[in-house]
Structures are given as structure tokens and as C-alpha cells.
């Protein structure tokens, strides 16, 4: 079992930065590939950005390339989320998500462990 608590989410205005925190308990290890996944009220959950278990493959939604940087510190048992640029279309809800694995998966069907999400929110 696997448990997911995010932080770092708030208010900020357009074109500020905000960096997500995901603290992963129980059976973690870099066996589990993480990603982010946001929610925006009325639209369906969608990928944001997933790492490989040891750190060394990234992938990014096309909405948010060179603007967020996802990593890992599996010493901590922590995954990050930094986030440039902020645009009022960033608002949402943003989820950790786990899954046990080598790939890195991009739908959230395929992810097991989920945290209780974090409100980001971008003002214009």
C-alpha cells in the first residue's frame, strides 16, 4: 500500500511559479513510476507530467512543456512539481498519482495510488 499527500498548491498570479510537493509512504521505491495529474471543474482528469521510477525518463502534457519540470528525490520519497509561467488555464486541482512499474503510464486509469489532490490558482 502506498500513500500519497500533496502541498504547495495556492493562489498565484499569471506568470508566477508555484512548485508541488507529493510525500509518498508505505511501500515506496523506485520501482513506482509517479506522475501529476490536474482536474479543472467540469473537464476530466487529465495528465500533466509522469517520471520513471529511478528519475531517468520525463514525460509532458503538450500544454505544459518548458514551462514544468517534474523530478524525484527517492531518498526523500518525494515527487516535485515546478511550475513556470503560470497561466489561468493551470487552474485546477492537481493529483499525485503511483503506480508500480517500469513504464510510465499517461492515463489515469492506469495509476493504482492517488493522493487527495492540491487547488492550484492562477489569477489574470
Known amino acids: 500500500q502506498v500513500q500519497l499527500v500533496e502541498s504547495g498548491g495556492g493562489l498565484v498570479q499569471a506568470g508566477g511559479s508555484l512548485r508541488l510537493s507529493c510525500a509518498a509512504s508505505?511501500?515506496?521505491?523506485?520501482?513506482?513510476?509517479m506522475a501529476w495529474f490536474r482536474q479543472a471543474p467540469g473537464k476530466d482528469r487529465e495528465f500533466v507530467a509522469g517520471?520513471?521510477?529511478?528519475?531517468?525518463?520525463?514525460y509532458y502534457a503538450d500544454s505544459v512543456k518548458g514551462r514544468f519540470t517534474i523530478s524525484r528525490d527517492n531518498a526523500k520519497n518525494t515527487v516535485y512539481l515546478q511550475m513556470n509561467s503560470l497561466k489561468p488555464e493551470d487552474t485546477a486541482v492537481y493529483y499525485c498519482?503511483?503506480?508500480?512499474?517500469?513504464?510510465?503510464?499517461?492515463?489515469?486509469?492506469?495509476?493504482?495510488?492517488w493522493g487527495q489532490g492540491t487547488q492550484v490558482t492562477v489569477s489574470s
Open positions: 498519482a503511483a503506480v508500480y512499474g517500469v513504464r510510465t503510464p499517461t492515463r489515469p486509469d492506469e495509476y493504482v495510488y
Open positions: 508505505g511501500r515506496t521505491s523506485s520501482s513506482y513510476a
Open positions: 517520471i520513471s521510477g529511478r528519475g531517468g525518463i520525463t
